[in-house]
């Protein structure tokens, strides 16, 4: 299976930013269930999700995104 680029960016960013799952469920207003499995590469966040994780953690959409080649 191939490797979710976005799901390792956001659990990558998320502990470089010292949060844990919980805190960073709270404060996406989402359940650490549905963080859990969009980190996990099982669900994918929709954009305006992904908006709110890279304020939250204060880094830009671009970065939790893969690049396209």
Do not use: C, Y
Request: proline share 6%; aromatic share 2%; charged share 35%.
């Amino acid at each position: 299976m191939e490797k979710n680029v976005t799901a390792q960016r956001i659990r990558a960013f998320r502990k470089l930013k010292g949060f844990t799952q919980t805190e960073l469920a709270e404060r996406l207003e989402v359940s650490i269930a549905i963080l859990g499995a969009i980190e996990r590469g099982t669900r994918k966040p929709d954009p305006i999700l992904i908006d709110k994780i890279s304020e939250v953690l204060h880094i830009d959409p671009e970065e939790l995104l893969p690049t396209a080649k």
